[in-house]
């Protein structure tokens, strides 16, 4: 599953919807007819995102709202990706960090004509390295865009080029899970084939840094959990649920158990763009049918689990070592404070009950019972969640995204860190 990251207006949908063009998986008929809307609305430059912003309000507005995923096969290479599209703007983070979450690579855009506002484009840059940093996405394709705005500059490039990949590594993104591309959205440069505006650029296209992509550790061996991202009632079927294997084997007939609420259904059918499978394995992005569970029990940010095996469960409270990247406004954080906690697809507000100890910058020991955080600190937290959640342990699974949380105030990330303990929630104890 890979993830396209980046900033409002960067290019991304653009620059996907004219890649699944150029692979033939949008029919000419098709392609005519989202130009011909696309032109009759004034927006003839964005015909290629239509491909993946299929919305009204999308096209009005001219940016992505929710998470795309559309088809997406390279039947010559026998690999199949997810491509997970998410917004840029701020306004919408929630659905990005839904998106985020369902991914294992990332591909992140900077576009090419940042100017003026450099400093505040860096800031939304190390907010994004945050997020893929903390949710553990290791792999990353930088995609420089919108090349034609620059004229195809290679002393650009390479001064963006040097800027990002400073970032990346202060991050401590590795070297080797990194790629560099030049490219154009809406003229297709160095997406499948290279392009001769750019004769200084002599290596990978888009497409052949994404064939290189390769799958995280194994986690097969570790208990099914399945994040949810949506779920419908499809007549004649009952209930279907859409989300991502990140660990474990789902198989049809199994009891699954969904968390928070304890609800327990057995799984149908598995398919995947329409297509039936035999069993999910990790990174898979699904649809499993749950006919004997009520739609209105299964919701975003839920978790499927083998019922007879290891289930996962709610949580009364957890404590999380967490990195304090930044404070909201200039005051401390104490004991108390309640921002919005991301875990898997959950995005649930939890009140800091105990600030358990921080690291002494000075002398790097624990110091107790703090009272209060700034931004830089490392800390220990024990922290309530205010509705029914599912968090788990970092060493349940490390690949899993429910050992890992992100922290953020008013749609700003401000810390991130994983999960050490958790207590049990007992069933109907407000779930």
């Not at 994004?128 to 620059?150: E, P």
């Not at 209060?372 to 599912?390: A, N």
Request: charge should be neutral; proline fraction near 5%.
């Amino acid at each position: 599953s890979v993830v396209t990251i980046g900033e409002c207006s960067s290019g991304k949908s653009t620059a996907m919807g004219r890649l699944m063009y150029e692979l033939g998986l949008v029919s000419e008929e098709k392609m005519k007819q989202i130009e011909m809307e696309a032109k009759a609305m004034g927006c003839v430059n964005s015909k290629f995102a239509w491909i993946l912003n299929k919305d009204k309000q999308e096209r009005e507005l001219n940016k992505t709202i929710d998470i795309n995923i559309p088809p997406f096969e390279l039947h010559d290479e026998g690999k199949k990706f997810d491509l997970i599209d998410t917004p840029g703007s701020n306004n919408y983070m929630k659905n990005m960090m839904t998106g985020i979450a369902l991914a294992s690579a990332a591909i992140l855009f900077w576009r090419m004509d940042y100017d003026e506002y450099l400093s505040d484009d860096v800031m939304c840059l190390d907010d994004h390295l945050t997020l893929l940093n903390a949710k553990g996405i290791s792999q990353v394709i930088v995609a420089f865009t919108q090349m034609d705005h620059v004229n195809y500059s290679y002393e650009q490039y390479q001064c963006f080029r040097s800027l990002v990949l400073a970032r990346l590594k202060r991050f401590r993104f590795k070297e080797r899970n990194i790629q560099c591309i030049p490219i154009s959205g809406l003229y297709g440069d160095n997406l499948t084939e290279r392009s001769a505006n750019m004769p200084w650029y002599r290596s990978v296209t888009l497409l052949d840094a994404m064939k290189s992509l390769h799958l995280p550790d194994e986690t097969k061996g570790y208990p099914l959990r399945v994040v949810v991202k949506d779920v419908y009632d499809k007549g004649g079927f009952g209930t279907v649920a859409v989300g991502s294997v990140v660990s474990g084997i789902m198989k049809p007939g199994m009891v699954v158990k969904f968390a928070p609420t304890g609800v327990e259904g057995e799984v149908k059918s598995i398919k995947k763009f329409g297509y039936e499978l035999p069993f999910a394995k990790p990174t898979e992005l699904i649809e499993f049918n749950v006919p004997d569970v009520s739609v209105s029990d299964i919701h975003r940010g839920h978790v499927a689990s083998d019922a007879h095996f290891s289930p996962a469960f709610a949580v009364e409270s957890f404590v999380a070592k967490v990195m304090i990247a930044k404070t909201p406004g200039v005051k401390p954080i104490f004991n108390g404070y309640t921002p919005v906690i991301d875990c898997g697809t959950a995005h649930v507000a939890c009140k800091f009950k105990h600030i358990l100890n921080t690291i002494d910058r000075h002398t790097g020991r624990p110091r107790a019972d703090p009272g209060f955080v700034r931004g830089g600190d490392i800390c220990t937290v024990k922290m309530e969640p205010i509705k029914p959640m599912c968090v788990e342990r970092y060493e349940i699974c490390p690949m899993s995204s429910l050992g890992r949380i992100t922290i953020r105030d008013n749609n700003q990330v401000i810390g991130f860190g994983r999960v050490t303990y958790t207590t049990e929630k007992t069933l109907g104890a407000g779930i």
